[in-house]
């Protein structure tokens, strides 16, 4: 990990980590929606919001107003990054139930507008990789089993 952050890659020419995905302007967002390999997703709604899910759907890892968080035994924890001799780690803290349902909330709002901008035939998705055939059919079977109900997994490593 290294011990300095900068802005995010350009995830729609660099994300080669997710084989399969695409990039939609929503309400003047960029938003990419990227899968790896195995069918993991992440959800990048512009530089500073991410949601990362595992292969089951579970929701294990957020960026979200400058903080990081992570899944750790069915709920979500703020990670604070602290050096110790000379290394980097994290610290994490089990976040209220209030705060873990405002970015519940945000998830929900954002895949509400993402199943909008999926469904819009004026929408315009540009795909990496894959056929628009292909992703829409991945996107479409992801978004209609996870939407129903997010879970929180119980570790953050997919």
Same mark, same amino acid.
């Given at each position: 990990?290294?011990?300095?952050?900068?802005?995010?890659?350009?995830?729609?020419?660099?994300?080669?980590?997710?084989?399969?995905?695409? =990039?939609?302007? *929503?309400?003047? &967002?960029?938003?990419?929606?990227?899968?790896?390999? !195995?069918?993991?997703?992440?959800?990048?709604?512009?530089?500073?919001?991410?949601?990362?899910?595992?292969?089951?759907?579970?929701?294990?890892?957020?960026?979200?107003?400058?903080?990081?968080?992570?899944a750790i035994q069915g709920k979500l924890c703020e990670l604070t990054r602290q050096i110790q001799s000379g290394k980097v780690q994290f610290v994490s803290r089990v976040i209220d139930v209030d705060d =873990?349902?405002? *970015?519940?909330? &945000?998830?929900?709002?954002?895949?509400?507008?993402? !199943?909008?901008?999926?469904?819009?035939?004026?929408?315009?998705?540009?795909?990496?990789?894959?056929?628009?055939?292909?992703?829409?059919?991945?996107?479409?079977?992801?978004?209609?089993?996870?939407?129903?109900?997010?879970?929180?997994?119980?570790?953050?490593?997919?």
């Amino acid at each position: 990990m290294a011990r300095t952050e900068h802005d995010r890659e350009d995830l729609l020419r660099d994300g080669k980590q997710m084989p399969v995905r695409a =990039e939609c302007q *929503i309400d003047g &967002v960029a938003v990419v929606i990227g899968f790896r390999k !195995q069918g993991q997703v992440s959800l990048y709604f512009g530089p500073d919001t991410v949601f990362q899910f595992n292969v089951a759907r579970e929701l294990r890892r957020v960026f979200f107003m400058g903080k990081r968080f992570a899944a750790i035994q069915g709920k979500l924890c703020e990670l604070t990054r602290q050096i110790q001799s000379g290394k980097v780690q994290f610290v994490s803290r089990v976040i209220d139930v209030d705060d =873990e349902l405002a *970015i519940l909330n &945000v998830l929900h709002d954002g895949l509400a507008k993402v !199943q909008t901008a999926f469904e819009s035939p004026d929408s315009k998705w540009n795909i990496i990789e894959f056929g628009s055939e292909d992703f829409r059919k991945q996107l479409s079977h992801w978004l209609a089993a996870v939407s129903v109900n997010i879970v929180v997994a119980e570790i953050p490593n997919a």
